[in-house]
């Protein structure tokens, strides 16, 4: 069966390290993979999205990796900050459904 | 705010009632997904429509039904409800039926009692 695997333990890093989450999937041939911040109480919020045929996305402090061949994503938050705890969803796109993964909770610590 | 707008925030009821739950979507949107997550499931895909029709179907229970109207915001409604129904609905938008970004409003509670 389809299954979408993110660390559910929460993540617990320093202030100014590098947060590194990994999305796992398996059954799945996506066109694209999206992440998404959710905040407790909120609707989820879109960060990034990378497509099937590229290897790396970035946006500011946000790097995005896609590796069909290991089915897997990474997201990496440089330079964290206190601010960016939250829930970090990855969300897997083909046709048009788009099925999310159960999230990992990032806390960042000053 | 991202510009699409849920209500009621927050409903109790109890278990046998019907609820309607209404998601008016981001301004030019055209597609209206929903989404149920709760403590233990996750975000789980219930239904998308696509300028009123329906598009693609998740795991949405036979319980529930959903609609989109002309003026494009739709409608969630959830018959029979049962304990296990409890959760946040978040209703979400975007500019066409495939791939994209998806925007979420802050979805609604349902508490059943």
């Known amino acids: 069966s389809q299954k979408i695997e993110q660390n559910s333990e929460a993540l617990n890093i320093q202030e100014g390290k590098t947060a590194t989450l990994t999305c796992n999937y398996t059954?799945?041939?996506?066109?694209?993979l999206q992440w998404y911040r959710q905040d407790p109480g909120r609707g989820p919020v879109f960060l990034l999205l990378?497509?099937?045929?590229?290897k790396e996305k970035r946006k500011e402090r946000l790097k995005v990796t896609f590796d069909t061949t290991l089915k897997q994503s990474l997201f990496h938050i440089t330079a964290s900050q206190p601010a960016d705890s939250a829930t970090y969803l990855c969300?897997?796109?083909?046709?048009?459904?788009?099925?999310f993964g159960g999230g990992t909770r990032l806390m960042v610590k000053p | 705010d991202s510009g699409v707008t849920q209500t009621p925030k927050h409903l109790i009821t109890a278990t046998g009632q019907r609820v309607t739950l209404r998601c008016s979507p981001r301004?030019?949107?055209?597609?209206v997904y929903w989404y149920q997550q709760s403590l233990d499931q996750g975000l789980q895909f219930l239904i998308q429509?696509?300028?009123?029709?329906?598009?693609a179907k998740g795991n949405i229970l036979e319980r529930f039904s959903a609609q989109q109207f002309p003026d494009l915001h739709s409608e969630l409604n959830l018959s029979s409800l049962e304990l296990g129904d409890s959760a946040l609905y978040f209703c979400?938008?975007?500019?066409?039926?495939?791939?994209?970004?998806?925007?979420f409003g802050e979805g609604s509670r349902l508490t059943v009692l």
């Open positions: 059954n799945y041939s996506p066109a694209y």
């Open positions: 969300a897997l796109g083909a046709g048009n459904m788009l099925t």
């Open positions: 301004s030019g949107d055209l597609s």
């Open positions: 979400a938008s975007s500019v066409y039926g495939s791939t994209g970004e998806l925007f």
């Open positions: 990378i497509r099937e045929n590229e």
């Open positions: 429509y696509y300028n009123g029709e329906e598009r």
